[in-house]
């Protein structure tokens, strides 16, 4: 069964960095689009990233200029590089994947059918 492993959530102040990792079990790790979603409690999970196979990325506003998704094939991670954290970037963020055609990136989380557990990421002074 394939599974997503996220590390690298804490708490960090305001205008720091943070990295988060999403390790992918299985194999054809290269044949999948992988993305990166948020969620807070009592609100619906909002699409951070989508990063495809080629390694095109698409970003929310929200995050543009300030995250960047790469992926390393060979050892099936992807990273989320998070610099200028916002208190409003605090939420559980979530790895997923969905296998996909090599020009499709798709950023609505039902189109997405593997999903990690999570990890809190608190933004705080």
């Known amino acids: 069964q394939v599974q997503l492993a996220e590390s690298g959530g804490g708490l960090v102040q305001p205008g720091t960095s943070l990295s988060l990792s999403c390790t992918r079990s299985?194999?054809?790790?290269?044949?999948?689009?992988m993305a990166w979603f948020r969620q807070v409690p009592g609100k619906e999970r909002e699409f951070v990233v989508a990063i495809g196979r080629s390694g095109g990325t698409i970003y929310a506003d929200s995050v543009k200029g300030r995250f960047t998704a790469s992926r390393d094939n060979d050892k099936k991670t992807v990273v989320l590089q998070m610099n200028s954290l916002k208190p409003e970037d605090t939420a559980v963020y979530f790895c997923?994947?969905?296998?996909?055609?090599?020009?499709?990136?798709?950023?609505?989380?039902?189109?997405?059918?593997?999903w990690g557990q999570g990890t809190q990421v608190t933004v705080s002074s």
């Open positions: 299985g194999h054809s790790f290269s044949m999948y689009t």
């Open positions: 997923a994947a969905k296998r996909t055609i090599m020009t499709h990136i798709p950023t609505r989380d039902y189109d997405y059918d593997s």
